[in-house]
């Protein structure tokens, strides 16, 4: 059954709540509401419903002003991971977007005149202005099917895809994730807001519920800054007071590990993007004296489930979701139906996820692997079909396919490999053409050439045949 | 009046095709030939790279076009950069950009920089 409408606050924090931390202090409900209004009046007015702003920031407070003032001025905010600025331009005019938001000009192209509004976020002077005013703030009270984000990642056909994410939704997800990781009901709580450090950007889904919607819902003070290279995370966890949660992904936290920093303590680590091996949550955990959760979820679905990941393999599913094992044949994708299984959540309709899952329980499940051929790397995911179409459309390219190392998951070196068949053709040109094409994380280590694929009878692959042509893996 | 917030950048090496602000007042001394061919192999052996050291041009950008690095392996090679040289990347570093923007430009900053 639907839930009864419902509106939420878009900042339900108290006016004295401690948001975000920067290198220069703290940002407060208050004034960030007040500095997303300036943004705000910035914004085109006399566009349709429904219309978006591309937000491209990557720093956490200039993006989160940016998705705020949105939701003031009535867009819904389009998130992309692909900032190349010709991508970019592609998008926002596939949208009709009515502005793009960014720290830095992304460079227009001559002619004609771009249909948006360029903007350039700069918190400071936003900030500013707004602690100077002591306007009336507006916190509009946004009903809970209001479209509030549309997330993209690349289709299996190579286009990009948008995944709508209502404001009921997001709220939802933000308190379930509170309730699951403790942390707490209010700002009032005794150990004041949890400290909250993330390394995933604010347009992956991740780093969106986590860096940037737990600010808004939940008594948590995100840090502002670079959290790249492992001395940017313990300068960051260094400034910003305990309890302190660490948001990262397995390469970041294997980085951090090996560069045996100090750290100040952690009551908390979470992982998520990719599976987590136990021994390296083991380290972490002897070594910095925390609990090392990881979090399971997809774009179009958003956080589903956690689980502690010395603990066992078993994942427990946030609450207020349904999980269901979806009905024979029930994959679009025309793969097997075998794991299918779909999540019904408020404001958010029902999805299939693209793993593999074993319910064990409507609320427990195992996880089986991927169900179809995308691969995820760096946090992106591609569809090797559609990579081996882009190859195969080469010019010169007579055969070809893209095939993923069996260590692809766990080694952070591995890549993806091309075989191909194009005859005079040398592998860095079709290199050259590939880079023009896809997401560099996706271009192959090696093109490897071939006088023909080894196809079977039937015209198919064997993945252990071309598994022998590539030889051992570059790392053993 | 406050300090100007200074926004970051979540991929510090990734800025080689914008225009660069930064004033390239001090150029990088060339590095030791010797040290560009000791960072060569460390990049090859640390990122398990098909090209062989003596390869790499050593103008050419490491990440895009030219090498093709990623961003995770601008996490690998600063790790390894940090465990063999002693030297600690960061993000805020103004000068990442030109550090990370080729192979002489990364041994030349190695060189200047190293603590072991």
Not at chain 2, 54 to 75: K, M, R, T, V
């Amino acid at each position: 059954m639907p839930p009864l409408p419902e509106r939420f606050s878009l900042l339900p924090r108290a006016e004295t709540a401690a948001l975000f931390q920067t290198a220069r202090g703290v940002v407060r409900g208050g004034e960030f509401l007040a500095a997303s209004a300036r943004l705000a009046a910035l914004l085109p007015t006399g566009m349709p419903a429904g219309s978006t702003v591309l937000n491209l920031c990557e720093d956490r407070l200039s993006f989160a002003l940016g998705f705020a003032a949105a939701m003031i001025a009535g867009f819904r905010s389009a998130l992309s991971s692909d900032h190349s600025p010709a991508r970019a331009r592609d998008l926002a005019t596939r949208l009709g977007a009515a502005a793009i938001l960014s720290e830095a000009a992304i460079g227009e192209s001559a002619a004609p005149p771009a249909p948006w509004r360029t903007i350039t976020v700069d918190p400071a002077t936003l900030l500013t202005g707004a602690t100077e005013a002591r306007e009336q703030v507006p916190n509009p009270e946004i009903a809970g099917e209001t479209p509030a984000a549309e997330v993209f990642t690349s289709g299996s056909t190579g286009e990009p895809v948008a995944h709508r994410k209502t404001w009921g939704a997001l709220h939802a997800r933000s308190l379930a994730a509170a309730s699951r990781f403790e942390l707490g009901a209010s700002d009032a709580g005794a150990d004041g807001p949890v400290s909250v450090v993330g390394t995933v950007p604010p347009q992956h889904m991740y780093g969106f519920e986590t860096t940037i919607l737990l600010a808004f819902h939940c008594p948590v003070t995100v840090w502002c800054g670079p959290t790249f290279f492992p001395h940017d995370i313990a300068a960051a966890l260094a400034a910003m007071p305990a309890p302190r949660l660490l948001i990262t992904t397995p390469l970041q936290l294997r980085a951090l590990l090996d560069a045996a920093l100090p750290l100040p303590p952690l009551a908390l680590v979470i992982s998520a993007t990719a599976p987590l091996a136990p021994d390296l949550a083991a380290r972490a955990e002897a070594r910095w004296q925390t609990r090392v959760a990881e979090i399971f979820g997809a774009t179009e679905a958003g956080s589903i489930a956690s689980r502690m990941t010395t603990s066992g393999e078993i994942w427990e599913a946030y609450p207020g979701l349904r999980l269901a094992a979806a009905a024979e044949g029930a994959a679009a994708d025309g793969t097997t139906a075998d794991g299918v299984v779909s999540v019904t959540a408020p404001y958010a309709g029902t999805v299939a996820l693209a793993d593999a899952l074993e319910l064990l329980t409507p609320a427990r499940f195992r996880l089986l692997g991927r169900r179809s051929d995308v691969v995820k790397l760096g946090g992106k995911r591609a569809s090797l079909a559609a990579l081996t179409r882009i190859l195969t459309a080469i010019e010169g390219v007579e055969d070809g396919v893209f095939v993923a190392p069996g260590d692809l998951d766990a080694e952070p070196t591995a890549r993806l490999l091309a075989f191909v068949v194009a005859p005079g053709r040398e592998p860095g040109e079709i290199l050259a053409a590939l880079r023009r094409e896809i997401d560099p994380i996706f271009l192959p280590r090696r093109v490897i050439p071939l006088p023909r694929l080894p196809r079977n009878a039937f015209g198919k692959l064997s993945a252990a045949h071309l598994a022998a042509l590539a030889g051992p893996p570059a790392s053993s | 009046m406050p300090k100007r917030y200074e926004p970051y950048r979540s991929r510090p090496w990734e800025s080689m095709n914008q225009p660069d602000t930064i004033p390239d007042t001090i150029p990088f001394a060339a590095p030791p030939l010797a040290l560009e061919a000791e960072v060569a192999r460390l990049i090859v052996t640390v990122l398990h790279l098909e090209n062989k050291p003596e390869e790499i041009d050593p103008e050419a950008p490491l990440f895009g076009e030219g090498l093709g690095l990623d961003s995770i392996d601008a996490l690998e090679l600063a790790l390894a950069i940090s465990r063999e040289y002693g030297i600690e990347l960061k993000s805020d570093d103004e000068r990442n950009r030109r550090i990370f923007a080729s192979l002489r430009a990364l041994a030349a900053h190695i060189g200047a920089a190293r603590v072991r």
